[in-house]
């Protein structure tokens, strides 16, 4: 697709019902497709005698994730000069194995007849013939996923980033996919959703972490929901839970009403400094780093409480362990109990740790590999 440097909208007058239309609604490939070069309107130049061409043409193309010296070019300047990387840690083999992945794009045969594109791709910018900007894409089964962006620094004032997301939102409703996922999203991470105007599917923002300024741009899409981390519900991204996340290093939404519920006097310390923003351990930090210490002991938000996991003993008590080819249940060891529980050493402390980090959904489905 090509896109030109004016707007036909901006130039040829619309109807007042057009006009109405944009105010209330916006539709992706409508917009995108206004400044296509093939659609576009050029306004006669009496004048010149000419109709009037655009100052600049964006060439946007679906591209294999091959490497070539213009794509690596464009990564070298980006994670010298935006992402701050040292020159002698940039490589075109580092490059290669990030972002290039090797395997040869396919075509999947849906049912009724209807086939789209699966593998990994390059969706690239080029402004007047120079890539200054690269997407990389991931098209799966149900979904495209946005994996990396890449810009160069002399249009980063464009917003890259959202120009890119709302291009491949586009993108998956032209080729049909149900989902569009903006970033990776690793098992249970405090990552984000969009939901998309006019659809029952969401956008997924992906991967947020709020003091990274890179990924500011994903909390302007409206209206967002992100992920407690701590019961897995969605919660809306208002002003007020972005005040927190400015304000506190965690937060969760879920403890926040459990801890209505329950007199202030009785609200344990560590909850009670959450709330006031300051999770610190109360563990010193020369006994955190020995090892010594039970991940009980460190007051670490997200993690389960040891009131919780004696509460669920028998859930954890079914957790498969596989030793050296035979799997045994947990609550078969000889010293499951209590007391071991808490004793980061045993097997059934390093059990229980785990538990606490991962959450019963993933124990239910899983086994602890000791080789």
């Known amino acids: 697709m090509s896109l030109s440097g004016f707007s036909a909208t901006s130039i040829v ?3 007042s019902g057009e006009k109405r239309r944009r105010k ?13 070069s093939s659609s576009l309107k050029r306004p006669y130049d009496r004048k010149a005698k000419e109709n009037l061409s655009p100052s600049h043409e964006l060439e946007i193309n ?4 091959t490497y070539s010296p213009e794509k690596y070019a464009l990564f070298e300047h980006y994670q010298i000069t935006v992402h701050k990387e040292s020159p002698e840690h940039v490589s075109a083999a580092g490059f290669k194995r990030f972002l290039c992945s090797g395997l040869g794009q396919k075509t999947y045969l849906a049912a009724g007849g209807k086939s789209w594109k699966l593998g990994s791709y390059h969706q690239c910018y080029r ?3 120079k890539l200054v900007a690269m997407g990389v894409l991931d098209l799966l089964p149900n979904c495209v996923s ?5 810009y160069h620094k002399s249009v980063g004032d464009f917003n890259f980033g959202k120009i ?3 291009n491949e939102i586009g993108l998956a409703r032209q080729m049909g996919f149900e989902y569009y996922y903006m970033g990776a999203i690793p098992l249970f991470s405090p990552s984000t959703h969009y939901l998309h105007p006019g659809a029952n599917k969401c956008a997924r923002t992906g991967f947020y972490i709020h003091s990274c300024a890179k990924m500011r741009y994903k909390a302007t899409f409206h209206p967002q929901y992100v992920l407690d981390p701590e019961d897995y519900s969605w919660h809306l991204l208002d002003k007020s839970l972005f005040s927190k996340l400015d304000t506190r290093p965690y937060v969760s939404p879920s403890r926040e009403e459990r801890l209505k519920a329950i007199p202030a006097s009785a609200i344990p310390s ?8 300051d999770g610190a351990p109360t563990v010193p930090k020369d006994q955190i780093a020995s090892g010594d210490v039970s991940l009980f002991g460190l007051d670490m938000p997200g993690i389960m409480t040891g009131d919780e996991i004696l509460a669920n003993l028998d859930a954890l008590g079914e957790w498969g362990l596989q030793i050296r080819g035979s799997v045994i249940k947990t609550g078969d060891l000889a010293d499951f109990d209590e007391e071991h529980i808490f004793d980061s050493s045993s097997l059934p ?9 991962v959450g019963w959904e993933v124990v239910k489905g899983s086994r602890i590999y000791l080789g």
């Open 127 to 129: 402004l007047d013939g």
């Open 146 to 150: 946005s994996v990396y962006l890449l």
């Open 13 to 15: 007058p619309q109807l």
């Open 270 to 277: 560590d909850d009670g400094k959450y709330l006031a923003g």
């Open 164 to 166: 890119s997301a709302l």
């Open 349 to 357: 402390g390093i059990a229980a740790e785990m538990a606490a980090a």
């Open 24 to 36: 209330v609604q916006f539709d992706v490939e409508d917009r995108f497709q206004e400044f296509a």
């Open 62 to 65: 679906l591209e294999s994730d």
